[in-house]
Nanobody, 115 residues
């Protein structure tokens, strides 16, 4: 089974930036459409960005224009560049397949946006 390891989270002030990474234990990004999900306390997990093997990209309306998803197939790694962060972006961020998150969940990486 594929292992996913998320990293790059942290505490950042409103308006700041972070880049998240999702490292896979084997080559999957040319096979699966993948996405970044997030879950805030007391809320359901939501999909914020996705990328297909062919390179088609979609964003949730709440992050469009601020977040950028990308991947490096050679490194088996997917990224999420997050700019202009807002307090409402505070959540635990995960990566997984889309539209059905069929892979084992990683531990996630915490993003906290606060002054």
């Amino acid at each position: 089974q594929v292992q996913l390891v998320e990293s790059g989270g942290g505490l950042v002030q409103p308006g700041g930036s972070l880049r998240l990474s999702c490292a896979a234990s084997r080559s999957i990004f040319s096979i699966y459409a993948m996405g970044w999900y997030r879950q805030a306390p007391g809320k359901q997990r939501e999909l914020v960005a996705s990328i297909t093997p062919g390179g088609s990209i979609n964003y949730a309306g709440s992050v469009k224009g601020r977040f950028t998803i990308s991947r490096d197939n050679a490194k088996n790694t997917m990224y999420l560049q997050m700019n202009s962060l807002k307090p409402e972006d505070t959540a635990l961020y995960y990566c997984n397949a889309v539209p059905v998150p069929a892979l084992d969940w990683g531990q996630g990486t915490q993003v906290t946006v606060s002054s």
